[in-house]
């Protein structure tokens, strides 16, 4: 249950200015959280009391969600297809390889590639991917028609996912097809691949703003027919999270068959959507690497791979080799010239940097306090910021620890006020902390400082860097010399 301790020393040596911590935990109990990512007993209750004293947390699910599979789904992993569309991309064969055959180390159920009918080299790449022998299932997603069709399964594909818009503004703009023409063709295309022995799904498009009496009625046809998964898409991104569960719920009630879902992220709702969906019974979620795709792209795999975790990390874990995740983030990144943005869940630069001095006590004492995800179940190490004007005397502890100085907490206290003191002109690199801590730390043991002492700890300071500074010129001198001569 309690994090493995991550190594104090290595982890400040990338970022100058933060410091690695260790999990002080060990042998504690970490308190479970809740579906919802709270800990338990933390947060209020629907109706906002909080005076319970057996603290349940009214957000875990309930023995009655028969139909919630957030911890029972497949991730479609659509870098290759829908990351295709992202305006940046362009993957070369040798690309494409490398993209699959990380996100099948990483443990993706399926991967979807580009329609082999879109080009001569997509048609290629698809062969030689799925010629690969990954462990994951390969896919191509083709138009609801018969020539894409006999295209697609000539290509070794595991399966095949087929799609058709479906409302008004794509029946009357797109394709201009009604509904008898599409349901008689999805029959003719579902039957096609069933007969080569290989999975195949129905998808509508634009299904939130299609009619849900065609909707329904054209799930339920495939389904009679035996398609393996049918697909809901927000292709424009317009849908939230109730009108998601709503449907999915419905569909649920209609199709025997499994569920897959295509959420893109034009309002920012595409994770909270996906997660939506499993909790009212979809089985398979369609992701991209950092999201990318037409436009803004869909539901990105870290972002849903965080709050899959936050719900039930040890299925999760069970599932997926998640210290990959930033070594798969950098390739995609690099391939689509694109930095993997700051506040990106789990690899975003500052995921597990705590800077507040009173996020870092708890941390401290407990990381579950202000950490939902543990960095060390994705390879990575948290830190505390503490050469800035919030920290506070417990994580300058913390480092005081880790230098092996021995000071009391009253001289913490104080030698923290002169770190603030000077972050209140510029922030302090790790160095400058260290350098602050050192000196004050030899003062007090050569006698030359007691606490509360300003003026002498200032002295002992400048003596600290106008030493430094002659050392600097001696070495230096010679190099100009030599340089000279
Ligand atoms: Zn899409």
Same mark, same amino acid.
């Given at each position: 249950?309690?994090?493995? @301790?991550?190594?104090?020393?290595? +982890?400040?040596?990338?970022?100058?200015?933060?410091?690695?911590?260790?999990?002080?935990?060990?042998?504690?109990?970490?308190?479970?959280?809740?579906?919802?990512?709270?800990?338990?007993?933390?947060?209020?209750?629907?109706?906002?009391?909080?005076?319970?004293?057996?603290?349940?947390?009214?957000?875990?699910?309930?023995?009655?969600?028969?139909?919630?599979?957030?911890?029972?789904?497949?991730? *479609?992993?659509?870098?290759?297809?829908?990351?295709?569309?992202?305006?940046?991309?362009?993957?070369?064969?040798?690309?494409?390889?490398?993209?699959?055959?990380?996100?099948?180390?990483?443990?993706?159920?399926?991967? %979807?590639?580009?329609?082999?009918?879109?080009?001569?080299?997509?048609?290629?790449?698809?062969?030689?991917?799925?010629?690969?022998?990954?462990?994951?299932?390969?896919?191509?997603?083709?138009?609801?028609?018969?020539?894409?069709?006999?295209?697609?399964?000539?290509?070794?594909?595991?399966?095949?996912?087929?799609?058709?818009?479906?409302?008004?503004?794509?029946?009357?703009?797109?394709?201009?097809?009604?509904?008898?023409?599409?349901?008689?063709? +999805? *029959?003719?295309?579902?039957?096609?691949?069933?007969?080569?022995?290989?999975?195949?799904?129905?998808?509508? %498009?634009?299904?939130?703003?299609?009619?849900?009496?065609?909707?329904?009625?054209?799930?339920?046809?495939?389904?009679?027919?035996?398609?393996?998964?049918?697909?809901?898409?927000?292709?424009?991104?317009?849908?939230?999270?109730? &009108?998601?569960?709503?449907?999915?719920?419905?569909?649920?009630?209609?199709?025997?068959?499994?569920?897959?879902?295509?959420?893109?992220?034009?309002?920012?709702?595409?994770?909270?959507?996906?997660?939506?969906?499993? %909790?009212?019974?979809?089985?398979?979620?369609?992701?991209?690497? @950092?999201?990318?795709?037409?436009?803004?792209?869909?539901?990105?795999?870290?972002?849903?791979?965080?709050?899959?975790?936050?719900?039930?990390?040890?299925?999760?874990?069970?599932?997926?080799?998640?210290?990959?995740?930033?070594?798969?983030?950098?390739?995609?990144?690099?391939?689509?010239?694109?930095?993997?943005?700051?506040?990106?869940?789990?690899?975003?630069?500052?995921?597990?940097?705590?800077?507040?001095?009173?996020?870092?006590?708890?941390?401290?004492?407990?990381?579950?306090?202000?950490?939902?995800?543990?960095?060390?179940?994705?390879? @990575?190490?948290?830190?505390?910021?503490?050469?800035?004007?919030?920290?506070?005397?417990?994580?300058?502890?913390?480092?005081?620890?880790?230098?092996?100085?021995?000071?009391?907490?009253?001289?913490?206290?104080?030698?923290?006020?002169?770190?603030?003191?000077?972050?209140?002109?510029?922030?302090?690199?790790?160095?400058?902390?260290?350098?602050?801590?050192?000196?004050?730390?030899?003062?007090? &043991?050569?006698?030359?400082?007691?606490?509360?002492?300003?003026?002498?700890?200032?002295?002992?300071?400048?003596?600290?860097?106008?030493?430094?500074?002659?050392?600097?010129?001696?070495?230096?001198?010679?190099?100009?010399?030599?340089?000279?001569?």
């Amino acid at each position: 249950m309690c994090p493995s @301790l991550t190594d104090g020393a290595s +982890a400040s040596t990338d970022r100058s200015e933060m410091v690695g911590i260790e999990n002080t935990n060990v042998g504690r109990p970490v308190p479970t959280n809740g579906v919802n990512g709270h800990a338990n007993g933390h947060t209020n209750g629907a109706n906002g009391h909080s005076s319970s004293t057996q603290r349940r947390n009214p957000y875990a699910p309930r023995a009655s969600e028969f139909l919630n599979n957030v911890a029972n789904f497949k991730i *479609i992993e659509s870098t290759l297809r829908e990351g295709e569309q992202f305006a940046n991309a362009f993957f070369d064969t040798k690309t494409k390889i490398a993209i699959a055959k990380a996100l099948d180390a990483f443990g993706v159920e399926y991967i %979807e590639l580009t329609s082999p009918a879109a080009s001569e080299q997509s048609r290629a790449d698809c062969e030689a991917i799925c010629k690969l022998g990954l462990r994951c299932k390969i896919l191509t997603h083709i138009r609801c028609h018969m020539d894409d069709a006999r295209i697609a399964v000539e290509t070794g594909v595991d399966g095949v996912d087929v799609v058709i818009g479906t409302s008004s503004f794509l029946r009357e703009f797109s394709h201009g097809k009604d509904m008898t023409y599409i349901t008689k063709t +999805a *029959i003719e295309v579902i039957n096609f691949v069933k007969s080569k022995g290989i999975e195949v799904r129905f998808s509508t %498009e634009d299904s939130f703003r299609s009619d849900l009496v065609d909707l329904l009625s054209i799930y339920q046809t495939v389904d009679k027919i035996g398609v393996n998964r049918v697909g809901i898409a927000d292709t424009v991104g317009c849908a939230n999270p109730r &009108q998601v569960y709503e449907l999915v719920r419905t569909l649920r009630g209609v199709v025997g068959c499994d569920i897959e879902i295509h959420l893109h992220n034009d309002t920012g709702m595409a994770i909270a959507n996906a997660y939506t969906a499993l %909790e009212a019974g979809a089985t398979h979620i369609d992701t991209s690497v @950092l999201g990318i795709g037409e436009r803004v792209g869909i539901t990105p795999l870290g972002g849903l791979v965080a709050c899959l975790y936050a719900a039930d990390p040890e299925y999760v874990k069970s599932k997926y080799n998640l210290p990959m995740l930033r070594e798969i983030e950098n390739l995609v990144a690099e391939a689509v010239e694109v930095n993997v943005p700051f506040m990106n869940p789990i690899t975003g630069y500052c995921a597990f940097t705590h800077k507040a001095g009173i996020h870092a006590k708890a941390i401290l004492n407990n990381p579950s306090t202000y950490e939902i995800l543990k960095p060390e179940d994705f390879g @990575l190490t948290r830190y505390v910021a503490i050469g800035h004007r919030l920290t506070g005397w417990n994580a300058v502890k913390s480092r005081v620890e880790q230098l092996n100085l021995t000071l009391t907490d009253e001289q913490i206290k104080d030698v923290t006020a002169k770190i603030k003191e000077l972050a209140d002109v510029r922030t302090q690199s790790l160095d400058d902390v260290d350098t602050i801590l050192r000196v004050y730390h030899s003062g007090i &043991q050569s006698g030359e400082l007691a606490v509360g002492q300003k003026e002498a700890l200032d002295r002992l300071l400048r003596e600290h860097r106008e030493a430094a500074t002659r050392e600097r010129g001696e070495t230096e001198q010679p190099q100009v010399v030599a340089a000279a001569a």
